[in-house]
T-cell receptor, first 112, second 112 residues
Framework: QQKVQQSPESLSVPEGGMASLNCTSS?????YFWWYRQHSGEGPKALM?????GDKKEGRFTAHLNKASLHVSLHIRDSQPSDSALYFC????????????FGDGTVLTVKP | GPKVLQIPSHQIIDMGQMVTLNCDPV?????FYWYKQILGQQMEFLVN????????KSKLFKDQFSVERPDGSYFTLKIQPTALEDSAVYFC??????????FGPGTRLTVL
């Protein structure tokens, strides 16, 4: 079983709409969660991290973590065509190595 | 923002040959990573490297794999000899301490 699972596999929203991406972990030892975005032909780029229960907001992006249910989500309000990309959820343990465990990704398409 | 460079972008080699993938990390970063992504599958951690040593490696980091960063230059992943199952995109990443990892654009390795 994969330790980090994402849903949906793909998502299409209209420009200006809200996109909601989900991630569930099966390992309670994960302490840190990251959202990465990858545009075609590029490497993943970190959007934000979260490690405390509740919401964390950065501009149009809001991450939510519920440690009890091992669920983390990313909400993008006022979605723009430039937000179209592959979004990864990644998790790490509280160790010195920083190893990331990635989910399969969600393909987001924002239609003008 | 800070950029990680990877050379070459694409490498095609015959099975059994040696290949070296090069990564130019962000200049003040201390931790270095390699991840492997097979087409259509999730990105998986291979190894991380700090202070001249391997800190952690996954089961994907076979005996044929080695990493080094001689004299603070490129961080390299060497595979000797290569196998068909080594065909993948290899992403290098670097971070300052165990915080946000910055990824390069990847090297697509094709083993024939």
């Amino acid at each position: 079983q994969q330790k980090v699972q994402q849903s949906p596999e793909s998502l299409s929203v209209p420009e200006g709409g809200m996109a909601s991406l989900n991630c569930t972990s099966s390992d309670r030892n994960f302490q840190y969660f990251w959202w990465y975005r990858q545009h075609s032909g590029e490497g993943p780029k970190a959007l934000m991290s979260i490690f405390s229960d509740g919401d964390k907001k950065e501009g149009r992006f809001t991450a939510h973590l519920n440690k009890a249910s091992l669920h983390v989500s990313l909400h993008i309000r006022d979605s723009q065509p430039s937000d179209s990309a592959l979004y990864f959820c990644a998790a790490s343990y509280n160790t010195n190595t920083g190893k990331l465990t990635f989910g399969d990704g969600t393909v987001l398409t924002v239609k003008p | 923002g800070p950029k990680v460079l990877q050379i070459p972008s694409h490498q095609i080699i015959d099975m059994g040959q040696m290949v070296t993938l090069n990564c130019d990390p962000v200049s003040n970063h201390l931790y270095f990573y390699w991840y492997k992504q097979i087409l259509g599958q999730q990105m998986e951690f291979l190894v991380n490297f700090y202070n001249g040593k391997v800190m952690e490696k996954s089961k994907l980091f076979k005996d044929q794999f080695s990493v080094e960063r001689p004299d603070g230059s490129y961080f390299t992943l060497k595979i000797q000899p290569t196998a068909l199952e080594d065909s993948a995109v290899y992403f290098c990443a670097s971070s300052f301490m165990k915080y946000e990892q910055y990824f390069g654009p990847g090297t697509r390795l094709t083993v024939l």
